[in-house]
């Protein structure tokens, strides 16, 4: 079974420009979540699809943030324009249920660097 | 301070010696997950407890867990120099409409020395 999928592995943009982080998650799984670890912060929710549906997006920090889940499959994030503090590592988890009763799989993470 | 407080930040030991990580959460959970990354990689799930349960093992993994403290801790037996890694612990919250979400402590950072 293939896992949790993200891409890019890294990427290097500059302050006000857009960048588009995808997820791709096992198969199946209807629950897909996005993370956020920001340098020397704790891991940080900012929105839980399932399927294509925003069921919980409490923690997206402000409107530059934009999460789409079309069909229901793989997921983006885009931040426009992006502000030096965007700068982290940014998980995307994948789940069956949505009471997290089993775990989670995420992926390895895509590391932004906004300079 | 935060939900999921772990300590030590960083921990560092001889291989062959037991590591023990504390964790300490606010609010009523669902369960207690654990986790580990390694540098540069994804966080991969370790273990869950539920909250009715005291205690779970898992290889050379023990997990125990104390509602009436809001704590938890995770012992590796015998660790390797491949167990260095961030561990985190993670809850789910019990009540409202979390749907599941993870509440993440700062994690500990664990060496394991040859």
């Known amino acids: 079974e293939a896992g949790v999928t993200q891409f890019p592995s890294h990427s290097v943009i500059e302050k006000g420009q857009t960048v588009t982080l995808r997820c791709d998650p096992i198969s199946g799984h209807d629950n897909l979540y996005w993370y956020r670890r920001v340098m020397g912060k704790e891991i940080k929710f900012l929105l839980h699809?399932?399927?294509?549906?925003?069921?919980?997006e409490s923690g997206m920090p402000n409107n530059r943030f934009l999460a789409e889940r079309t069909g229901g499959t793989y997921s983006t994030l885009k931040v426009q324009p992006a502000e030096l503090e965007d700068s982290g590592v940014y998980f995307c988890a994948s789940s069956l249920l949505s009471a997290g009763n089993y775990g989670y799989t995420f992926g390895s993470g895509t590391r932004l660097t906004v300079v | 301070s935060q939900q999921g407080e772990e300590d030590p930040q960083a921990l560092s030991i001889q291989e062959g010696e037991n590591a023990t990580m504390n964790c300490s959460y606010k609010?009523?959970?669902?369960?207690l997950q654990w986790y580990r990354q390694n540098s540069g990689r994804g966080l991969v799930h370790l273990i869950l407890?539920?909250?009715?349960?005291r205690e779970k093992h898992s290889g050379r993994l023990r997990v125990t867990l104390d509602t009436s403290k809001k704590s938890s801790s995770l012992l590796i037996t015998a660790s390797r120099a491949a167990d260095t890694a961030s561990y985190f612990c993670a809850t789910v919250y019990a009540g409202g409409t979390s749907y599941g979400k993870l509440t993440f402590g700062q994690g500990t950072i664990l060496t394991v020395h040859p």
């Open positions: 407890i539920r909250s009715n349960e």
């Open positions: 699809f399932v399927k294509e549906s925003k069921q919980d």
């Open positions: 609010t009523s959970i669902n369960n």
